[in-house]
């Protein structure tokens, strides 16, 4: 029954999908044939502005013709870069939308605005906007934002015939974008598009009306994919950082051209600032859950700059399933929400009831995180749930991955997510369930965590409710450590102790069982995967169906000395003096 409902499940997408791309032809053949009405542009009047970091030095690469996008470096040896084989999608896409031209326009030389004028006068001569991903309605309204925001550098120093083909190149890509938006553009790739017109409408002269009609549907989608809680509707913190960095500028072109902002994007804006630093370790890098890699700090120093209302982290984002507990300089970032739905889980992993711990600038415990440029069968181990730090059942995911129209999607995995949590006097209490395990093993699992006052104790329960039929049902608690830390097995593998960068020491202890120590991949470096450990607690769930753990801070070496030296020193004094 559970895989005809998959299937079932599987199928209806596909249709759907289907159906809205053939919509979406079928609203482009109408418009072909029926060109009158189109909104034509004959001037730029406004550049948006570019939040995004660029560096100079990049420029002079891409005039030796080395493309350094996506992780990938490719030499072109003289060809254009539209024509060597990329090697791969993610850098396609990126060369596709120009996002590279930020790096040129840092530059600010003669050979450098040559340069990028060059590049586009051959993509839009030759017509490269045909290419298959250069199609792509993200990677299109990419373009036309870069376009946009760097066109000072372009058309600097250009002739009129260059300009007149640019601004006709931008008008026909707004044009295309907002026949693309009838087909079945989803998820964070409708709110690109939807951003992407509104800039054009508002930069393009002559455009009032599709600007007023944008507008609308803008603020229309952000009610829908922006949850009241400021998380987006994928619970990937890394779009909403993309989505920020877009419509900050946006609100600023408003009204840098004297029109209010429409009060979607500003209220949206408003509560996606606290809901971004919820994931927020002490070190400056977000909680790696549901698509998140590596936090780029230069983008987020940016945001910091913009945050006009400097609130508070949230603690509990009850709309998107995360939870935050903090104490001393400790922070636990929880994960318990269902997996998202349709187009928003193409990137979503099976982390439920998974956590991340940090003291201070050091992270502790955290996730593999998402490897968004490796191999498909990489991205897919990423978001299994043994590439986090909750309890995995019979190495199994508590979310199934299906096929859906060439895209991984999630199709099933838990339902039914429940969350409480309360401060009391031992500290700050949270408890949470899940259902994910229900159809495979009948069983659901719950996990209570409990933070100390002062943040040097995180106690752990995890429970499992295997139904009587079962005879024995392999489990396994995992926590993936940063690669910082330096783990070491204690007492035969009754324990551990982890040694931070800091100095600090803390031990590991799961209620008298075996700890070992695995192999596991870091996902989320700046540089690229690193190696790391876990540690690994194995238990039978129908033998022993609760299980209990505990981190504790023992102190730095130089405190741990200290307090040998004090008691050997009261010993000492405590001893009576032998007469002679």
């Not at 058309?155 to 015939?161: I, T």
């Not at 169906?545 to 505990?550: A, G, K, L, M």
Request: proline share 6%; aromatic share 6%; charged share 25%.
């Amino acid at each position: 029954m559970n895989g005809w409902s998959e299937r079932g499940g599987l199928a209806r997408a596909a249709i759907g999908r289907a159906a809205r791309r053939t919509r979406g032809q079928v609203a482009g053949a109408k418009r072909a044939l029926w060109p009158f009405g189109r909104l034509r542009a004959s001037r730029l009047l406004f550049a948006p502005h570019d939040l995004r970091t660029a560096d100079p030095t990049t420029a002079s690469d891409i005039y030796a013709g080395y493309f350094a996008l996506a992780g990938r470096t490719v030499n072109c040896h003289g060809e254009s870069p539209f024509l060597v084989a990329p090697p791969s999608e993610a850098w396609s896409e990126a060369l596709h939308g120009f996002v590279w031209l930020r790096h040129l326009r840092a530059a600010d030389t003669a050979i450098a605005r040559a340069n990028a004028r060059a590049l586009v006068d051959e993509f839009i001569a030759r017509r490269h906007d045909r290419d298959e991903i250069a199609r792509r309605p993200a990677v299109i309204a990419r373009r036309l934002m870069s376009f946009l925001s760097h066109s000072p550098l372009l058309l600097e120093g250009a002739d009129h015939a260059f300009y007149e083909r640019f601004i006709r190149h931008v008008a026909q890509t707004a044009e295309r974008l907002q026949l693309a938006l009838a087909g079945a553009v989803e998820g964070a790739a409708r709110l690109q598009c939807l951003i992407a017109i509104c800039f054009a409408a508002i930069c393009l002269d002559g455009q009032e009306r599709r600007l007023r009609r944008y507008e609308i549907a803008l603020s229309d989608e952000l009610e829908l994919q922006i949850l009241p809680d400021g998380g987006h509707l994928s619970r990937n913190p890394r779009i909403l950082i993309d989505l920020l960095l877009d419509l900050l500028p946006l609100r600023e072109t408003f009204t840098a051209r004297g029109l209010e902002p429409p009060r979607a994007v500003i209220m949206a804006i408003d509560r996606m600032m606290p809901h971004l630093k919820l994931f927020r370790h002490g070190d400056g890098a977000l909680a790696l859950f549901n698509g998140m890699n590596a936090t780029p700090p230069d983008l987020m120093a940016t945001l910091a700059a913009y945050d006009d209302v400097r609130a508070r982290p949230i603690e509990h984002a009850a709309y998107s399933g995360y939870d935050r507990l903090s104490a001393g300089t400790s922070i636990v970032v929880v994960e318990a929400g269902p997996p998202p739905r349709g187009a928003n889980s193409i990137e979503a992993h099976a982390g439920c009831l998974s956590f991340e711990l940090s003291t201070g600038s050091q992270r502790i415990v955290v996730n593999c995180g998402a490897s968004r440029f490796g191999t498909p069968e990489l991205k897919l181990a990423a978001r299994a749930t043994a590439a986090h730090s909750t309890v995995t059942l019979n190495d199994r995911s508590s979310a199934v991955f299906g096929l859906v129209l060439g895209e991984r999607r999630i199709t099933a995995g838990p339902a039914d997510v429940r969350v409480a949590r309360q401060d009391g006097e031992d500290g700050h209490e949270w408890v949470g369930s899940h259902d994910g395990y229900r159809r495979a093993f009948g069983t659901v699992h719950t996990r209570r965590l409990l933070l100390s006052r002062n943040g040097s104790e995180l106690v752990g329960e995890d429970a499992l409710s295997p139904p009587a039929a079962l005879a024995s049902l392999p489990a396994a608690a995992r926590f993936h450590l940063h690669p910082n830390v330096k783990p070491s097995l204690i007492r035969d593998g009754e324990g551990a102790l982890l040694a931070l960068p800091s100095g600090e020491i803390w031990a590991f202890e799961a209620s008298g069982l075996r700890v070992t120590l695995e192999e596991s991949i870091f996902f989320a470096a700046a540089d690229g995967r690193h190696k790391t450990a876990q540690l690994v607690v194995e238990f039978d769930a129908v033998a022993t169906p609760q299980v209990t753990w505990r981190f504790a801070r023992l102190g730095t070496p130089a405190q741990r000395k200290t307090r040998a030296e004090e008691a050997r020193q009261e010993q000492a004094e405590a001893e009576p003096d032998l007469p002679l």
